[in-house]
Structures are given as structure tokens and as C-alpha cells.
């Protein structure tokens, strides 16, 4: 496999202008005629002119080659053919500027099992170009810097088997019938485009329609496409969609710019979704969604992707990437800008938590790992590897950190420059950083180093107050322990100040830049009653770890952070930091009453008083850190002991508050009843908090008392049999998943999973909620239950979905998945096995689940280091998988 490196960029010799297709659809076989019309680069520094086509061999046959309309080209003579690759000789090129290749391919999509390229899913064909599957539909120059217009996509198919034909930009030519049962459409996308964002799509689908008028009164066409027995479940998309249109006018100042936009969901995909111009194609996870089938998470991912994908049209389609090292120009700014529209449209502080409870689990993770990069990779070998945890979501905080830096406004300004010089350019990561200090006249030299360097840097913090001259003073210093040669960032730090005893905010918050690896800031306080306690990176305003060097007061400022800060993230990140502290304690058997007596304190707090934000907020303050969290700030991770740290402080809750969540719980049962089902923020957070409360009511505190287990698998049993949503069925089911070492209890655990799948009725997103619950079981037998369920009738390696359920899922599932005597590693081991050769993405992203190993205690490294070698010997192992291994290796 070849490495690509960042530094040999190279802009090409050629550039194709302009592209006519023709895909004639047969069963087994779909041939692709393409006229390119391609302009010699006057600017080219290649001292070769041959005109590279990329083309993956193994997908694509090459009939014919034409320039310019002559005789057929000769392969040896005109042109060679490689794996990857056609190269036509500048010799053979015609002499004027511009001219035209026609050629003609075969492929056969229904033997497409990557799901990169153009495949069959179900009963329906479609497409998936990015990063580089357009080389598995023609030949073609297959890099997001060669902008083309598709003037002519004709799209022919059996027209009763494919009533729908679809592809990127305007209907020019509708449907005609062209004889033997065959009908054609011809569409035209008017915005020149990478090839990476074509799509097409053929089916027998059913849709929605509706309409949205621009601001500048353009009447815009929208239409949602599914598989007919879905149809139903497309309107919370629809609005959503609505939704992300205006908002990005009134936030950005952003029109769409077609008379079309249509969005198709399909089975079988390997990311979310996809933003193909005018025509996304979206995983079926992230657009369908009703009462019946859809939890409020699932309610809250639609959205967000529905409105992500939408951003793109300028951030991503209108203004694209020079290069797939830039991939977080597109992707840490789309992703910035969805989250923006979830907060602004639900609660700005549940977004905040729940995007930096996933920054923390995935992206900390990764960068504390071997394929820790930085939010622009230097290097890759397979592109898809690079979709990642870093380069989106550590990508949207870089964002986040210019709008902390320049202020909301400024940063508008830098967003309106950006599209004032690059619209309709493919551009890079430095144009982005140059259009925001030159809009707001800054320097942003030093900010590069957050594209340069990786690691998640640690910032530290000391403080101490002059009561003579009421002088608080701070000092603020950053490493990287992960990167010592690191150079220094600049870091937004935003701060505030709040009396310990009044409670009262002493200093409202203020931005302060840290640029060296330390500085002191000293403030002037006034009406001081007790200790001024920091409050230091409000809302979390950089990706970084934060220490308090004052250890001895660290515990009693969170305390009064968690019962006081104006902010309400810093008021939830203060009684995570208190639980992890107790957790983290427990696990050193060191817990002692001061911080246990804290944990409590923090808990009473939230149960008792409903004045610390809104349900969501409090069901998030009520919340143990999660096993992954946690687990990044372990220097050796040994996930059987932390489970059981962390269920031992969840015990002690649960056992000292048992009344109290019980009483809450009951309060909420009673406010809920008779009310309609809503997906707002009100009824989300209502169902949150009492899921919250019924997972402490029903946590176990004596395993072995047989009568404890059943009483509480008997409350979650009634919990599920009374629910009428998703997300309270799932809550339920996922306690009573388990559930064991109790007959009856079982029997009860077993009857509600049964029920489950039943009702279910084989629609595949609930039938994939079935998986993944048992899968997250922490049951000491889930892996027989996992091997078992992967022999299940409705288990299909080959849908990423399903296969992401039980397989993905379990992975996560970290006690048993690094179960001492590596039975998970032996289990993961032989699904990479089977699935690398049918779908290297999906094979890949699992790869990563054994490359942590030097986390892990000496033993279970060294048999995930045993793994990832015989991996590595796989017959015919994909490059995808290769890279993550050899990484892993290294
Ligand atoms: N831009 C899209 C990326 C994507 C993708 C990448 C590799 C392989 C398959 C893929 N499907 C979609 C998704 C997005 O960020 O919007
Ligand atoms: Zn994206």
C-alpha cells in the first residue's frame, strides 16, 4: 500500500471542465459512457502532461477510450492501465488546450459489497463517491481539487423495476420511455463539483414532498425518498430540513442555491449520510424516525444530520477541499455549524455536554492512541481511515475556538470572507484561518499549531487571593503529555469567578488568551464573602484536560462550582469532576468519607432542587461518567476493576438516595401522564430524568440477593410494559438485558426481549436496537450471547448497520469485550477475518479496537499485539485495514 503525504501536493497537469454521463442500469451489468472535456493547467508545476485518470480496476472494466472523437486508443501505445490508475500519455494527448475523452466502462454494482462506488442496496441502486469511490464508477481524475460541471447525467433502468431515477442537480429531461421496458431521465447539475459529490440513485421508492421559499423568495423543491413501507417515518426529516434552510439564513446569511433538493435513505451504508449536491443519500439511521420506532436520541441524531448535510451545500459543496488533507475544513466546520442549529433549536447546555461527553469518549481516545493525528493529517495510506473522531469533532472545537477568540460576531465576519474570496474554489485549512484574521485583523500565525500538531494538550491551573488588596490571581500553563515536542497553543480559556459562600458571581465570564506555556492574569475583586473560586473554561472553550494544582482545595471548589457556576456546563463538568474523584478513589481503594460525602452532597443537590437548569440539564447531573471517560484518564486501564469501581460509588448512590429517586421518578410518571407524545425539549427531558431515576432504582446493591434482583428487574419489566416510546422501552430493556443469577428474573428478562423483537416486526432499526442491547449487556456471559446472535436469521455481516450493532457495540462493551482471557480479542479477531475482503471500511473502523493495547495492563496488550500481527498476515488484507494495523504495530 502507498503512503500519501501533505507535502507533495501537486496541482494537476489537467483538469476536467465539464462531464457528460450515460449509465444504461441491466441486471449484473451497468455500462458508463463518459465525455470529459479537459483543460491542460497552464499553472501545472508536473514537469509530465500525461492526463491520470484514476480508476479502481477491480471494480471498473474499460470498453473503449476516445480523443476528441478519433479511433479507439491503444493500451501500451496510448495509454497503460494500472491497478489504480489510467495514464494517458502526453504524447497522445491532442495539441489544443481543451479536448474531449470519451470512454466506456462496465461495472456490477450488485457485486459491490464495499458500499463505495456505485452498489445495490435492497431493492435500489445507489452511490457513494466520497472520499474515492467515483474511481469505481468510470475513469476519471478522482480528486476534490479538479471542480467539473455535470452538464448531462442520463440515467436508463427497467421502468417497472425503477420507477425513480435520480442523480445531482436539475431534471432536465423527465422520464421517457425508451423501449423494451426501459425508461430514461437526464439530469444537470449547474455548480461545477469534485467528483466526489456525483450521486446517483435508481429505485421503486416512495417519497414526501414539500416545499421551502428562500429568502430572496425562491421557491425551492424538497422530496424525501425511501423504500415505500418507510414513507411514514420521513416527516421528522422533512422538518428538520426545513428547519436547517432558514436557520442557516438567519445565522449565516446562507441561501440553497438549486430549485431541487432531495434526500433518499438507504439500508445499506457506511457513515451517516452524505451531501452529494442536491441529491444526499443518508443511512437510514439518520433520516427515519417515529413514535413507534425512534428513541429521542435517534429524534436528535435525524436532526442533526439532516442539518449537517445540509450545511455543506456552502461549507463543503460550494467552497470544497483542495485536498483530502484538508478533509476538517469541510467536516470540523459542518460539524461546528450543527451543532449550533441543535442548541439554538433544543437547550445551547444539553448540546454542549452531550458534544464533549462524545469529544471526550471517542476523540481523547484516539488521540492518546497510534492513530492519533492532527485535525489535518500529514499522511495517509487509505483516506476513509481519516474520517475521524479528531478530524470532526476536535475539527468543530478548533472552530468553536475562533468563534471564543473573535466573538460571534467576528466570527461571522470571518465566515462572510471566506465566501466573499473562495466560492466555488477548492481551498485549504490556511485560506479558512486567513479569511478570519483578516476579516477581524488579527493574527492567527500561532493558531495554525491546532492543524499541526496532535494530542490533547493539558492545562493547568493555579490560583490564590490577597485578601488586603482583594487581588485574585491565576496562573495558567499547558503541556502535552502525550507530545512533548509540542509547541505551545493558543488557547481560548473563557473564566469567571464565583463566591464560595454568597454564591455570587464575582467576575462575569471573560476570554483569556494563553499563547505562552504559562501566564499569570490578576483581577481586582469586589464584595468578596468568601473564597473567589475559578471557574475556568466555561463551556469548555478548548479540547483540553484540565488539572487544578491547588489539590488540597479542589474538591470544595467543585463543590461550590456544582451548586453555584452561572455556567451551566462548568456546573455539570464540577459534579462529573466529584464523581470521577470518588470513582477514581475507589478504584485505588483509597475512598474516604470526604469525597464520598461530597458525591452525596452533589447528588442531594440535584435531587432536591429543580433550580439548576431544566430536566435534561439535571438528568446529565445525575449522571455517573461513562466507563470511556473515565478511562482516558487512567494511565494503565484495567476495565474489569473499573466497572467495578464505578458500580461500587453507583451503589452507594443508589442505595443512599434510593427514596428520593424513587419520589422523582414517581413525580415525573404523574406529569406524564395523558400528555401527547412530543419530541421537544420539555418531554425529552422528562423521560431522561425519570430513565435516570429508574436506572439507580433499579441498580442492584447485593448481587447475591436473589429477591433484590427480582424486585428490580420487576420495576424495569413494568417500566417497559407502560411505555409508549422508544426511548423508555430502551431504557427499560437495556436494565433487564442485565439481568442474571435470578430464575425469575431471567425469565423476565427473556420475555421482554422476545416482546421486543416480535413487535418489531423486522423493521431493521428497531430489529438493530434489539442487537446492540444485548450486545452492552454486562451479563458475565454476553460474548456466547453476541457469537449466538451472529447466527441469528436476521444477523447480516454485509449491512453495516447490523453489523455495527451487535459487533461495534460489543467492542464498547469494555469489561467483557477485554475480558482477561482475550476470548474478545479471539472473537473480533475472526470477524475482521470474514468481513475485510467483503467491506475494508466497516473492517477498518474494527480493526481500532485492538490498537489501544499499550492503555491496557501488560497482559491484555500483549495479546491484542498477538491479534493485530496475525491480522497483519491476512491473505489479501485491505489497505484500509493494513494502515490501522501497521499503526497499531508501530
Ligand atoms: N462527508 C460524508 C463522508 C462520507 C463518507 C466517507 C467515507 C466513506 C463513506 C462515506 N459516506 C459519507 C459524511 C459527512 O460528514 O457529511
Ligand atoms: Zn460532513
Known amino acids: 500500500p502507498v503512503e500519501i503525504f501533505r507535502k507533495d501536493y501537486l496541482a494537476p497537469a489537467n483538469f476536467v471542465t465539464e462531464v457528460s454521463m450515460d449509465f444504461d442500469i441491466e441486471e449484473g451489468k451497468t455500462v458508463v459512457k463518459s465525455d470529459l472535456v479537459v483543460r491542460k493547467n497552464a499553472d501545472s508545476k508536473n514537469d509530465k502532461g500525461d492526463l491520470l485518470l484514476d480508476g479502481d480496476s477491480s471494480s471498473v472494466t474499460l470498453l473503449s477510450a476516445r480523443l476528441d472523437g478519433g479511433e479507439p486508443l491503444v ?209 437510514t439511521a439518520y433520516v427515519l424516525a417515529d413514535q413507534k420506532t425512534a428513541s429521542d436520541g435517534d429524534y436528535e441524531r435525524v436532526e442533526g444530520v439532516i442539518g449537517h448535510e445540509y450545511f455543506h451545500n456552502w461549507t463543503g459543496n460550494r467552497v470544497t477541499c483542495r485536498d483530502w488533507f484538508q478533509l476538517t475544513l469541510k467536516e470540523g466546520l459542518t460539524v461546528f455549524r450543527d451543532q449550533e442549529f441543535s442548541g439554538d433549536l433544543g437547550s445551547k447546555d444539553v448540546t454542549r455536554i452531550e458534544n464533549v461527553r462524545g469529544l471526550r469518549g471517542r476523540q481523547f481516545a484516539e488521540d492518546s492512541g497510534p492513530m492519533s493525528h492532527p485535525i489535518r493529517p500529514e499522511s495517509y495510506i487509505a483516506m476513509d481511515n481519516f474520517y475521524t473522531a479528531t478530524v470532526y469533532s476536535k475539527g468543530a472545537e478548533v472552530i468553536r475556538m475562533y468563534q471564543t477568540l473573535l466573538t460571534p460576531k467576528g466570527f461571522r465576519k470571518g465566515m462572510d470572507l471566506y465566501f466573499e474570496r473562495h466560492d466555488g474554489s477548492a481551498v485549504t485549512c490556511d485560506d479558512f484561518r486567513a479569511a478570519m484574521a483578516d476579516a477581524n485583523d488579527v493574527n492567527l500565525d500561532q493558531f495554525e499549531k491546532w492543524y499541526l500538531q496532535n494530542g490533547t494538550p493539558t492545562l493547568s491551573y493555579s490560583s490564590s487571593f490577597d485578601a488586603s488588596t482583594s487581588t485574585f490571581t491565576i496562573t495558567l500553563s499547558q503541556s502535552s503529555p502525550t507530545n512533548p515536542s509540542n509547541e505551545p497553543f493558543h488557547i481560548p480559556v473563557s473564566f469567571g469567578i464565583i463566591d464560595s459562600s454568597s454564591g455570587e458571581e464575582l467576575l462575569p465570564t471573560e476570554v483569556l488568551e494563553l499563547k505562552e506555556e504559562s501566564a499569570t492574569f490578576t483581577f481586582k475583586l469586589s464584595n468578596v464573602a468568601g473564597k473567589p473560586v475559578p471557574s475556568i473554561l466555561r463551556g469548555f472553550s478548548a479540547p483540553v484536560k484540565l488539572i487544578n494544582e491547588n489539590v488540597d482545595e479542589a474538591t470544595s471548589q467543585l463543590q461550590t462550582l456544582a451548586a453555584y457556576d452561572t455556567d451551566g456546563f462548568n456546573r455539570w463538568e464540577a459534579g462529573q469532576k466529584i464523581f470521577s474523584t470518588a470513582i477514581f478513589a475507589e478504584l485505588a481503594e483509597k475512598c474516604d468519607s470526604t ?253 481500532g479496537s485492538l490498537i489501544q493495547h499499550k492503555r491496557y495492563d501488560a497482559g491484555r496488550g500483549k495479546m491484542m499485539v498477538e491479534k493485530l500481527k496475525l491480522i497483519k498476515e491476512f491473505d489479501g488484507l485491505s489497505p484500509d485495514s493494513f494502515e490501522v494495523v501497521s499503526r497499531g504495530l508501530k
Not at 420511455?177 to 425508461?183: A, L, R
Open 75 to 283: 493500451e501500451g501505445v496510448d495509454y497503460e492501465l494500472g491497478d489504480q490508475s489510467m495514464v494517458i500519455f502526453e504524447k497522445a494527448l491532442p495539441k489544443s488546450d481543451t479536448f474531449t475523452l470519451s470512454t466506456e466502462v462496465s461495472i456490477v454494482p450488485e457485486d459491490n459489497t464495499q458500499l463505495s462506488g456505485f452498489y445495490k442496496s435492497g431493492p435500489m441502486y445507489c452511490s457513494q463517491c466520497e472520499a474515492e469511490g467515483f474511481r469505481r464508477i468510470t475513469y476519471y481524475p478522482d480528486r476534490p481539487d479538479n471542480m467539473a460541471t455535470f452538464k448531462s447525467v442520463k440515467i436508463t433502468a427497467d421502468k417497472a423495476k425503477y420507477p425513480v431515477l435520480l442523480s445531482n442537480g436539475n431534471l432536465v429531461k423527465p422520464t421517457e420511455d425508451v423501449g423494451g421496458g426501459k425508461h430514461s431521465a437526464t439530469w444537470s447539475d449547474p455548480f461545477p463539483k469534485p467528483s466526489y459529490l456525483f450521486a446517483i440513485v435508481v429505485g421503486d421508492l416512495g417519497s414526501i414532498s414539500d416545499s421551502f421559499t428562500t429568502s430572496s423568495g425562491r421557491k425551492v423543491h424538497l422530496e424525501i425518498f425511501s423504500e415505500k413501507e418507510n414513507v411514514d417515518k420521513l416527516d421528522y426529516a422533512m422538518e428538520s430540513l426545513k428547519n436547517s434552510m432558514k436557520w442557516d439564513e438567519d445565522k449565516f446569511g446562507l441561501e440553497y442555491d438549486l430549485d431541487i433538493y432531495n434526500v433518499v435513505a438507504v439500508n445499506d451504508f457506511n457513515m451517516g449520510a452524505m451531501e452529494n449536491k442536491g441529491l444526499n443519500v443518508f443511512n
Open 595 to 847: 469525597i464520598l460525602d461530597a458525591v452525596f452532597a452533589t447528588f442531594q443537590q440535584s435531587l432536591s432542587s429543580d433550580k439548576l437548569g431544566d430536566d435534561s440539564i439535571r438528568a446529565y447531573n445525575l449522571m455517573l461518567p461513562t466507563e470511556g471517560s473515565l478511562a482516558e484518564d487512567l494511565e494503565t486501564i484495567e476495565p474489569v476493576k473499573l466497572r467495578e469501581a464505578r458500580g461500587t460509588i453507583k451503589k452507594l448512590v443508589a442505595k443512599e438516595f434510593k427514596p428520593q429517586f424513587q419520589s422523582l421518578y414517581e413525580k415525573l410518571t404523574d406529569e406524564m401522564k395523558g400528555v401527547p407524545f412530543a419530541v421537544d425539549s420539555m418531554s425529552i427531558g422528562k423521560r431522561r430524568l425519570r430513565n435516570v431515576c429508574l436506572d439507580f432504582i433499579t441498580t442492584t446493591v447485593n448481587r447475591s440477593d436473589e429477591d433484590e434482583v427480582l424486585a428490580n428487574a420487576k420495576v424495569a419489566h413494568s417500566h417497559y410494559h407502560a411505555a409508549n416510546t422508544m426511548t423508555d422501552k430502551l431504557a427499560a430493556m437495556s436494565i433487564l438485558s442485565s439481568v442474571y443469577g435470578c430464575a425469575e428474573a431471567e425469565a423476565l428478562r427473556d420475555e421482554v426481549l422476545a416482546h421486543f423483537f416480535e413487535e418489531a416486526a423486522g423493521d431493521a432499526l428497531v430489529v438493530n436496537k434489539w442487537f446492540s442491547v444485548q450486545a452492552s449487556s454486562t451479563k458475565p456471559d454476553v460474548l456466547d450471547d453476541v457469537k449466538r446472535l451472529m447466527e441469528h436469521p436476521e444477523f447480516n455481516i454485509k449491512n453495516p448497520n447490523r453489523c455495527r450493532a451487535l459487533v461495534s457495540v460489543f467492542t464498547a462493551n469494555s469489561a467483557a469485550f477485554h475480558a482477561e482471557d482475550g476470548s474478545g480479542y479471539d472473537f473480533i479477531t475472526n470477524v475482521i477475518n470474514t468481513l475485510d475482503p467483503l467491506n475494508p471500511q466497516v473492517a477498518s473502523r474494527m480493526c
